[in-house]
Protein backbone atom coordinates (compact mmCIF):
# COMPACT_ATOMS: atom_id res chain seq x y z
CA UNK A 1 0.00 0.00 0.00
CA UNK A 2 1.71 3.44 -0.87
CA UNK A 3 1.82 5.82 2.26
CA UNK A 4 1.62 8.70 0.35
CA UNK A 5 -1.67 10.56 -0.87
CA UNK A 6 -1.44 13.18 -3.72
CA UNK A 7 -4.31 14.86 -5.94
CA UNK A 8 -4.66 12.81 -9.37
CA UNK A 9 -4.47 16.04 -11.76
CA UNK A 10 -3.52 19.58 -12.04
CA UNK A 11 -2.72 22.06 -14.45
CA UNK A 12 0.12 24.65 -14.26
CA UNK A 13 0.73 27.54 -17.02
CA UNK A 14 4.41 27.60 -18.79
CA UNK A 15 6.85 29.59 -17.39
CA UNK A 16 4.96 29.80 -13.76
CA UNK A 17 6.02 27.39 -10.98
CA UNK A 18 4.33 24.26 -10.16
CA UNK A 19 3.13 23.16 -7.03
CA UNK A 20 2.33 19.36 -6.40
CA UNK A 21 1.84 18.83 -2.73
CA UNK A 22 1.85 15.29 -1.22
CA UNK A 23 0.26 13.85 2.15
CA UNK A 24 2.67 11.56 3.89
CA UNK A 25 0.48 11.58 7.55
CA UNK A 26 2.50 8.32 8.61
CA UNK A 27 5.74 8.60 7.85
CA UNK A 28 8.35 7.58 10.01
CA UNK A 29 11.18 9.02 11.26
CA UNK A 30 13.88 6.87 9.48
CA UNK A 31 12.17 7.46 6.41
CA UNK A 32 13.04 9.81 3.37
CA UNK A 33 10.62 11.48 0.90
CA UNK A 34 11.27 11.49 -2.85
CA UNK A 35 9.88 12.71 -6.34
CA UNK A 36 10.16 10.57 -9.34
CA UNK A 37 8.29 11.52 -12.63
CA UNK A 38 7.26 9.99 -15.65
CA UNK A 39 7.31 11.23 -19.15
CA UNK A 40 4.75 9.91 -21.22
CA UNK A 41 6.22 6.35 -22.97
CA UNK A 42 9.66 6.74 -20.78
CA UNK A 43 10.66 5.12 -17.51
CA UNK A 44 10.40 6.83 -14.27
CA UNK A 45 13.23 9.59 -13.55
CA UNK A 46 14.30 10.56 -10.24
CA UNK A 47 13.75 14.29 -8.91
CA UNK A 48 14.97 14.81 -5.34
CA UNK A 49 14.43 13.82 -1.97
CA UNK A 50 14.95 14.85 1.36
CA UNK A 51 14.38 14.32 5.32
CA UNK A 52 13.33 17.55 7.08
CA UNK A 53 15.15 19.53 5.38
CA UNK A 54 14.39 21.85 2.14
CA UNK A 55 15.87 20.32 -0.77
CA UNK A 56 17.19 22.04 -3.92
CA UNK A 57 18.60 20.90 -7.33
CA UNK A 58 19.05 22.03 -11.02
CA UNK A 59 15.24 19.87 -11.46
CA UNK A 60 13.31 21.49 -8.60
CA UNK A 61 12.97 22.35 -4.72
CA UNK A 62 11.36 20.43 -2.14
CA UNK A 63 9.75 21.53 0.86
CA UNK A 64 8.96 19.37 3.51
CA UNK A 65 6.85 20.54 7.26
CA UNK A 66 7.98 20.87 9.73
CA UNK A 67 6.26 17.61 11.00
CA UNK A 68 7.46 15.81 8.53
CA UNK A 69 3.55 14.89 7.41
CA UNK A 70 3.13 16.59 3.90
CA UNK A 71 5.47 17.87 1.65
CA UNK A 72 5.08 19.98 -1.57
CA UNK A 73 7.65 19.61 -4.86
CA UNK A 74 8.68 22.82 -7.10
CA UNK A 75 9.58 23.47 -10.26
CA UNK A 76 9.99 27.04 -10.44
CA UNK A 77 9.28 27.96 -13.99
CA UNK A 78 7.44 24.86 -15.77
CA UNK A 79 8.06 24.28 -19.40
CA UNK A 80 6.10 21.85 -20.91
CA UNK A 81 8.35 19.04 -21.30
CA UNK A 82 7.30 19.01 -17.46
CA UNK A 83 4.22 17.41 -18.49
CA UNK A 84 4.26 14.26 -16.85
CA UNK A 85 3.04 12.08 -13.73
CA UNK A 86 4.95 12.63 -10.52
CA UNK A 87 5.14 10.21 -7.81
CA UNK A 88 5.80 11.18 -4.51
CA UNK A 89 7.18 7.87 -2.59
CA UNK A 90 7.99 7.74 1.33
CA UNK A 91 11.47 4.90 1.69
CA UNK A 92 13.44 3.86 4.59
CA UNK A 93 16.90 5.52 4.57
CA UNK A 94 18.53 1.58 4.94
CA UNK A 95 17.53 -1.63 5.21
CA UNK A 96 15.96 -4.68 2.66
CA UNK A 97 12.43 -2.67 3.16
CA UNK A 98 14.22 0.27 0.89
CA UNK A 99 11.84 -0.75 -2.42
CA UNK A 100 10.21 2.20 -4.18
CA UNK A 101 6.58 1.56 -3.63
CA UNK A 102 4.72 3.60 -6.30
CA UNK A 103 1.18 4.99 -6.19
CA UNK A 104 -0.98 6.62 -8.66
CA UNK A 105 0.65 9.90 -8.63
CA UNK A 106 -0.02 13.06 -10.16
CA UNK A 107 -0.58 14.12 -14.13
CA UNK A 108 0.91 17.82 -14.03
CA UNK A 109 -0.36 19.03 -17.71
CA UNK A 110 1.76 22.20 -18.89
CA UNK A 111 -0.38 24.16 -20.90
CA UNK A 112 0.96 26.62 -23.30
CA UNK B 1 26.98 7.60 -20.16
CA UNK B 2 24.58 4.58 -21.72
CA UNK B 3 21.40 4.18 -19.85
CA UNK B 4 19.59 0.94 -19.06
CA UNK B 5 19.04 -0.84 -22.34
CA UNK B 6 15.41 -2.94 -22.48
CA UNK B 7 14.49 -4.96 -25.72
CA UNK B 8 12.21 -5.80 -27.21
CA UNK B 9 10.25 -2.54 -26.98
CA UNK B 10 6.76 -4.13 -28.12
CA UNK B 11 5.58 -7.03 -27.77
CA UNK B 12 1.94 -8.37 -28.41
CA UNK B 13 1.35 -12.43 -27.83
CA UNK B 14 -1.76 -14.44 -27.12
CA UNK B 15 -2.76 -15.92 -24.08
CA UNK B 16 -0.80 -18.60 -23.38
CA UNK B 17 2.25 -18.17 -25.19
CA UNK B 18 5.45 -17.72 -23.59
CA UNK B 19 7.72 -14.08 -23.47
CA UNK B 20 11.13 -12.78 -22.45
CA UNK B 21 12.01 -9.06 -21.92
CA UNK B 22 15.85 -8.54 -21.93
CA UNK B 23 17.41 -6.18 -19.59
CA UNK B 24 21.14 -4.59 -19.85
CA UNK B 25 21.81 -2.28 -16.77
CA UNK B 26 24.09 0.81 -16.62
CA UNK B 27 27.66 -0.21 -16.47
CA UNK B 28 28.98 -1.62 -12.91
CA UNK B 29 25.42 -1.33 -11.16
CA UNK B 30 25.16 -4.32 -9.13
CA UNK B 31 21.45 -3.73 -8.02
CA UNK B 32 19.37 -4.73 -10.56
CA UNK B 33 15.42 -4.35 -10.59
CA UNK B 34 12.51 -5.33 -12.42
CA UNK B 35 8.99 -3.55 -12.54
CA UNK B 36 5.28 -4.05 -13.78
CA UNK B 37 3.35 -1.19 -14.54
CA UNK B 38 -0.30 -1.70 -15.68
CA UNK B 39 -1.90 0.96 -17.46
CA UNK B 40 -3.02 4.17 -15.47
CA UNK B 41 -0.88 2.52 -12.16
CA UNK B 42 2.14 3.12 -10.81
CA UNK B 43 5.06 0.44 -11.52
CA UNK B 44 5.31 -2.42 -8.85
CA UNK B 45 8.20 -3.85 -8.07
CA UNK B 46 8.83 -7.34 -9.44
CA UNK B 47 12.07 -8.45 -8.18
CA UNK B 48 15.79 -6.78 -7.24
CA UNK B 49 18.66 -8.57 -7.55
CA UNK B 50 22.20 -7.60 -6.30
CA UNK B 51 25.16 -8.86 -8.89
CA UNK B 52 23.72 -12.03 -9.46
CA UNK B 53 21.61 -13.21 -6.55
CA UNK B 54 17.75 -12.20 -5.59
CA UNK B 55 17.20 -10.36 -3.11
CA UNK B 56 13.41 -9.52 -2.66
CA UNK B 57 10.95 -11.60 -5.16
CA UNK B 58 7.87 -11.36 -3.19
CA UNK B 59 5.52 -9.80 -5.56
CA UNK B 60 6.74 -11.91 -8.20
CA UNK B 61 4.16 -14.53 -9.47
CA UNK B 62 6.35 -17.18 -9.35
CA UNK B 63 3.55 -19.76 -11.02
CA UNK B 64 4.45 -17.97 -14.12
CA UNK B 65 6.80 -15.04 -13.73
CA UNK B 66 10.77 -16.16 -14.17
CA UNK B 67 13.59 -13.96 -13.67
CA UNK B 68 17.49 -14.49 -13.69
CA UNK B 69 20.88 -12.71 -13.85
CA UNK B 70 23.27 -15.56 -14.24
CA UNK B 71 26.24 -13.38 -14.96
CA UNK B 72 25.21 -10.16 -12.42
CA UNK B 73 25.16 -8.14 -15.85
CA UNK B 74 21.98 -8.41 -18.12
CA UNK B 75 18.93 -9.97 -17.13
CA UNK B 76 15.77 -11.26 -18.23
CA UNK B 77 12.18 -11.94 -17.19
CA UNK B 78 9.82 -14.44 -18.16
CA UNK B 79 6.18 -15.01 -18.21
CA UNK B 80 5.11 -18.75 -19.21
CA UNK B 81 1.89 -19.09 -19.42
CA UNK B 82 0.94 -15.45 -19.97
CA UNK B 83 -2.33 -14.11 -19.46
CA UNK B 84 -4.60 -11.75 -20.22
CA UNK B 85 -3.56 -9.46 -17.05
CA UNK B 86 0.04 -9.29 -17.70
CA UNK B 87 -0.69 -7.02 -20.01
CA UNK B 88 1.42 -4.22 -18.58
CA UNK B 89 5.08 -2.05 -19.26
CA UNK B 90 7.68 -4.36 -17.57
CA UNK B 91 10.57 -1.62 -16.59
CA UNK B 92 14.24 -2.28 -15.56
CA UNK B 93 15.89 -0.21 -13.51
CA UNK B 94 19.51 -0.30 -11.85
CA UNK B 95 21.61 1.35 -9.12
CA UNK B 96 25.18 1.30 -8.37
CA UNK B 97 23.99 0.02 -4.61
CA UNK B 98 20.86 -1.02 -3.28
CA UNK B 99 21.66 1.75 -0.62
CA UNK B 100 21.95 4.53 -3.84
CA UNK B 101 19.30 7.33 -3.43
CA UNK B 102 18.65 7.28 -7.08
CA UNK B 103 17.27 4.09 -9.26
CA UNK B 104 18.32 4.52 -12.92
CA UNK B 105 14.95 3.35 -15.52
CA UNK B 106 14.99 1.68 -19.09
CA UNK B 107 12.60 3.06 -21.56
CA UNK B 108 10.68 -0.36 -20.70
CA UNK B 109 8.66 -2.92 -22.85
CA UNK B 110 4.56 -2.99 -23.59
CA UNK B 111 3.27 -6.37 -23.43
CA UNK B 112 -0.33 -6.67 -25.27
CA UNK B 113 -1.73 -10.35 -24.10
CA UNK B 114 -4.85 -11.76 -27.18
Known amino acids: DAKTTQPPSMDCAEGRAANLPCNHS???????VYWYRQIHSQGPQYIIH???NNETNEMASLIITEDRKSSTLILPHATLRDTAVYYC?????????????FGSGTQLTVLP | EAGVAQSPRYKIIEKRQSVAFWCNPISGHATLYWYQQILGQGPKLLIQ????????DSQLPKDRFSAERLKGVDSTLKIQPAKLEDSAVYLC????????????FGPGTRLTVL
Open chain 1, 50 to 52: GLK
Open chain 1, 26 to 32: TISGNEY
Open chain 2, 49 to 56: FQNNGVVD
Open chain 1, 89 to 101: IVRPLLGSARQLT
Open chain 2, 93 to 104: ASSPTSEYNEQF
